[in-house]
């Protein structure tokens, strides 16, 4: 990017249009609008002639998964969660793993690299999308915190920390037995360098936070702005690269750290009115993450991005065809003004 960029940040988006003859025998035109990321400068499309396509599975919200009552197979249940899960490193934690209220913190057995841990809601073994309750998902991200901040002390290199969640197997998820998962690694991940040095130049050639300056846009502009909760702001991503993508950001927070309990309860707040939202549109799986470089000289602040995945139900088709893996371009059927429009009143707007 040149040097002169590394302070703007641009809300472009441009729209192409396919002619074809439709069976009709009439001649038409398809629009479909390209939109850059103003972030990582990544493109998407928005292809209307979709949007009003009835996507599979989303009649009604699908049943739950088979394994929904099967709690004596799960080991994330009670009693079994106890033999069933690693223990932490002495080194990390004094106790075998941490707790917070109901929501028990453990190693992932199946580590995604140096520090990587899965903390459980409680002992509900599954949950609708939207239906867990406040508590037990405060107490989860209270947990991570908790783990995050001993991993700070303990492994001062390991900067690079994402809490994530994948709700259903749609999502990603293994199991369904509803818990957050945290990773902490002294290497980046591919999002992590580079927001941190697009944050990180745009502070030193602009004086201004990223997240903070995109947020103000946003506000200004109006379309896109769904609502807050306490110190958090919800907009629709401008340029989405996942189905009905919001964004939830904590402006001038750059550490995991740096939020406390109540902001955490505001954090998930906005979460559950998002689930409250897609839950409207019959959709029940969605993976969600917040990202944090926990550095001193890190200008990235923290963002929540949460987004609707495809629904878990037999046959229905992922959201990731040949076009997204082979071309690198997200292709949704909504226009992020019009997903604004419809979460708005799950923020009481
Ligand atoms: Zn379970």
């Known amino acids: 990017m040149p ?21 009709a025998g009439l ?17 998407c499309r928005i292809a209307f002639s979709r949007t009003k ?12 998964p088979p394994d ?5 197979n799960c080991p994330f249940c009670r009693p079994q969660v106890m033999s069933q899960t690693p223990r932490l490193n002495p080194d990390l934690a004094g106790e075998n793993r941490l707790s917070c209220n109901d929501s028990l913190l453990f190693p992932n057995l199946f580590p995604y690299g140096s520090y990587s841990a899965v903390s459980l809601f409680n002992d509900d073994h599954f949950v609708e999308i939207g239906k867990a309750s406040h508590s037990s998902y405060t107490d989860s991200f209270l947990n991570c915190r ?9 492994d ?18 293994s199991l369904i037995h509803p818990h957050l998962q945290i990773n902490a690694d002294s290497v980046a991940a591919n999002h992590h360098r580079f927001l ?20 103000g846009h946003e506000t200004n502009d109006g379309s896109r702005y769904i609502g807050s909760t306490g110190s958090w702001q919800w907009v629709a991503a401008f340029a989405p690269e996942g189905f009905f993508e919001v964004w939830g950001i904590l402006p001038g927070a750059t550490s995991m750290q740096q939020p406390e309990k109540p902001d955490w309860e505001d954090l998930v707040q906005g979460v559950l009115n998002v689930q409250h939202f897609y839950r409207s549109l019959n959709r029940n799986g969605y993976n969600l993450g917040l990202l944090s470089v926990e550095a001193p000289a890190s200008r990235l602040e ?18 990731h065809t040949g076009f997204e893996v082979m071309l690198g371009d997200m292709t949704t059927f909504v226009a992020p003004e019009q997903t604004a429009q419809w979460a708005r009143p799950f923020f009481g707007g």
């Open 3 to 23: 040097s002169q960029e590394h302070a703007e940040l641009t809300f472009s988006s441009r729209t192409v249009s396919a002619k074809l003859i439709d069976p």
């Open 27 to 43: 001649l038409i035109e398809r629009a479909v609008e390209i939109r850059t990321n103003p972030l990582t400068g990544r493109t």
């Open 53 to 64: 396509e009835k996507e599979a599975g989303t009649d009604a919200l699908p049943p739950p």
């Open 68 to 72: 929904a009552g099967d709690t004596s």
């Open 146 to 154: 908790r783990y995050l901040a001993r991993v700070r002390e303990q």
């Open 156 to 173: 001062p290199q390991a900067v690079y920390m994402a809490i994530t969640q994948n709700h259903l197997p749609s999502a990603g998820g």
């Open 196 to 215: 941190l040095e697009r944050a990180n130049d745009y502070y030193q050639h602009s004086g201004d936070y990223l997240l903070s300056s995109y947020l």
């Open 302 to 319: 923290l963002r929540l991005v949460i987004m609707a995945r495809s629904n878990y139900a037999p046959w229905v088709r992922s959201d």
